[in-house]
């Protein structure tokens, strides 16, 4: 079961490395950021669709990024401006309808599924409905994936794999690649191009390959 | 665009020499040979020679190199093809490479092995990566009421819903119907578009000094170089419309075949779809004497090759018919269910003039105008698909109102835009405003009856804003 744990962990590093990549930049994360990627890229992402923009953005990520100039890009992109937002990063805005209290019912939902996977929220952190948070959510299940198998414990490896599958299929695959093309269509400075090309082939690739992955476990 | 054609070099004799070419001894064994490739092309053809390569390997390996493997080329010549035929085929593939326009992540769809084993589950899957189509929603025109996808795709893939097409990747093998049935073209599969299509068959046909045969064969099956004929490959031949065939045959092509995959276990079941449309081009080229205009020498592509239309969209259909007839200087009329090009007509005793046919008309072929008073429907036979969205729309159809003819016919195709219906509005006695075709209150106060007749007379006086008033 060693892939299987290499995978898992693999993964679980992409998600936290590209949900860091979209919280507001600061010098101390970006560094972080390039030594993480340093440690990814042992890992070999190229059976997977998204591997082209993996690779496009750690070479942007290791162009010696200004934080000052892309603190000033992440606004433009994700702050509330006379204009409004060229891209919000949270899902409520793509999801909930638009009448009065329902932003605050869709977070309230959603951090009710974060309960049931184990997790509260303590605050003080970007908002639970975030695409760092909801990224971040992901690398913790593919954490207790990875631990999972590495405890010998197949039935309940597949049980999360199954967790993982329906967050993405029911979250991230709905509301990101509006997201990103919202993003895209802004024209954005590379980082954050390169970032939205990433975090899009991820989940539209993770979409598809878990429910693979899911379909076959209960055919056995 | 800097194209490579990585070449297994087991097989020396089959190694082509031309610029770009890469021979990679041991590739067809191990595909993840490529991956110590110097070169770092943008598109990529790879000839091999054994069909037992495992495919997410070589796609492992071309993303390594960062090459987009949908827009791969993956050519099988077993060991015994024929060199000059290999040659053609191989430069036909660069040209199709070229033409990839690049991928997005929607369109790739992992295809996991068959086998369901208790050991196949030691280690994670590598799944292969097919393309799958993708809609355009900003040209599709489900929004008004548009189902062609959904009246085409054999597997259920498409839903429409309120004015929104969905599209089911995990339900779709896909066949490419979606594809070449889109009025609007707002479907696309990268691995195969029009453009790519049509590289393709211009470049076998430009690299061939003697006469050369088209084959379009089903990508489930195999691809061969074979003396005379080169293959295009397709995801499944039942995509392939008359105007395909056709246009072949008007590039240069000397004879043209659309063979099906003859897979009893295909589930897209095509093979009546790909008769049918070769029946259609025989029945065109037959009635244009296109043969006796080929041996008298006549260059019947010249003008059109010229021009650099592609003719193989779906929206050239009908110039490509109406260059045909000009070529060979005649006129034809082929009838078919499957015919790519339809005549509407209206029969003006049943018709309302609601004009929700021309509402629907993905291709504007029907359209409603009104002036003076009067309201119209009008028909332009060359922009008509024979997509029957009209007949699904009309509410009068259990009168026969409407009817489409799958048709291809010069004369009408040349009689530009024609009226097909027309009749008087009703207007409001109080404020003069229009409030609907005359033919259509009418039609309403018979369903109503006598018992209504208040209502009806009110209805057909006054307008929405005036029902109130005195």
């Known amino acids: ?220 | 665009m800097n194209t490579a054609v990585f070449v297994c070099g087991d097989s020396p004799e089959l190694v082509i020499s031309a610029p770009g070419v890469v021979a990679i001894e041991g590739l067809c064994r191990d595909p993840s040979l490529l991956r110590a490739c110097e070169t770092h092309p943008e598109r990529a053809v790879v000839v091999l020679h054994s069909d037992s390569y495992d495919l997410s390997t070589l796609q492992k390996a071309l993303r390594s190199i960062s090459i987009d493997p949908l827009g791969v080329q993956v050519l099988d010549v077993g060991s015994d093809g024929d060199p000059s035929a290999l040659s053609r085929q191989v430069e036909g593939l660069i040209q199709r490479a070229r033409a990839f326009s690049g991928s997005a992540p929607e369109h790739a769809k992992p295809v996991f092995s068959n086998a369901v084993t208790r050991r196949g589950f030691l280690r994670p899957p590598t799944p292969a990566s097919i393309s799958a189509p993708q809609i355009d929603h900003s040209t599709c025109a489900a929004g008004d009421g548009c189902r062609a996808c959904v009246d085409a795709c054999p597997q259920d893939a498409y839903k429409w819903s309120a004015g929104r097409i969905s599209y089911n990747k995990d339900a779709c093998a896909p066949c490419g119907r979606c594809v070449t049935s889109c009025p609007t073209a707002a479907i696309e599969n990268p691995a195969t578009t029009f453009a790519m299509i049509d590289a393709q068959v211009r470049a076998v046909i430009a690299a061939s000094d003697e006469p050369i045969g088209v084959r379009f064969v089903c990508s489930r099956g195999s691809v061969g170089a074979t003396s005379g004929w080169t293959e295009i490959s397709v995801p499944c031949t039942s995509m392939i419309p008359a105007s395909w065939l056709l246009a072949c045959r008007l590039l240069g092509a000397s004879c043209v075949k659309a063979v099906p995959c003859g897979d009893a276990g295909c589930p897209i079941d095509g093979d009546s779809l790909v008769t049918e449309a070769s029946d259609i081009a025989r029945a065109v080229l037959e009635q244009t004497g296109f043969e006796a205009a080929m041996i008298a020498g006549d260059s019947l592509s010249e003008s059109i090759e010229r021009s650099g239309t592609n003719l193989f969209e779906t929206a050239n259909a009908a110039d490509l018919m109406l260059s045909l007839a000009a070529a060979t200087g005649t006129e034809f009329s082929v009838e078919s269910k499957v015919s790519q090009l339809g005549i509407v007509s209206i029969d003006d005793t049943t018709c309302t003039l609601c004009g929700q046919c021309a509402k629907i008309c993905p291709t504007n072929a029907l359209r409603e105008s009104y002036e003076d008073g009067v309201v119209s429907i009008s028909f332009d036979a060359k922009a008509c698909v024979n997509c029957n969205q009209c007949m699904a729309e009309c509410p009068e159809i259990e009168r026969g109102a409407i009817s489409v003819q799958g048709l291809i016919d010069t004369r009408r195709l040349a009689d530009g835009r024609i009226g097909l219906n027309e009749g008087t509005v009703s207007s409001c006695e109080i404020c003069g405003n229009a409030i609907a075709p005359t033919q259509m209150m009418n039609r309403i106060g018979d369903l109503l009856g006598e018992e209504f007749k208040d209502t009806v007379r009110m209805l057909e006086t006054r307008c929405l804003d005036c029902r109130g008033r005195g």
């Not at chain 1, 962990?9 to 560094?31: K, S, T, V, W």
């Not at chain 1, 309808?97 to 977070?107: E, W």
């Not at chain 1, 990875?146 to 597949?158: F, K, N, P, V």
């Not at chain 1, 390169?194 to 693979?212: F, K, Q, T």
């Open chain 1, 1 to 220: 079961m060693t892939e299987w744990v290499d995978e898992a962990r693999a993964r679980q590093g992409l998600y936290r490395f590209i949900g860091a990549a979209l919280l507001p930049p600061e010098r101390g994360r970006l560094e972080l950021l390039v030594a993480a990627s340093a440690i990814l890229q042992e890992y070999d992402f190229d059976k997977s669709p998204y591997s082209i923009a993996w690779r496009n953005f750690v070479v942007v990520l290791e162009s010696d990024v200004s934080p000052e100039d892309l603190a000033i890009e992440y606004v433009r992109l994700f702050g509330v401006g006379f204009s409004g937002t060229p891209a919000m990063p949270t899902e409520s805005n793509y999801r909930a309808p638009n009448r009065d209290g329902a932003v605050a019912a869709f977070t309230a939902s959603l951090q009710a599924e974060f309960r049931s996977m184990g997790l509260v929220s303590v605050g003080g952190g970007e908002a639970p409905d975030h695409i760092s948070t909801e990224l971040e959510v992901m690398s913790y299940l593919c954490g207790v994936e990875a631990e999972s198998w590495e405890s010998g414990q197949e039935t309940l490896a597949m049980d999360t794999i199954g967790i993982e599958s329906r967050f993405v299929r029911q979250h991230l695959a709905v509301w990101i690649p509006m997201f990103t093309s919202l993003v895209l269509a802004a024209r954005p400075a590379p980082f954050y191009e390169r970032a939205s090309e990433l975090v899009h082939g991820l989940v539209i690739h993770e979409n598809d390959y878990l429910a693979g992955i899911v379909d076959r476990s209960s055919e056995l």
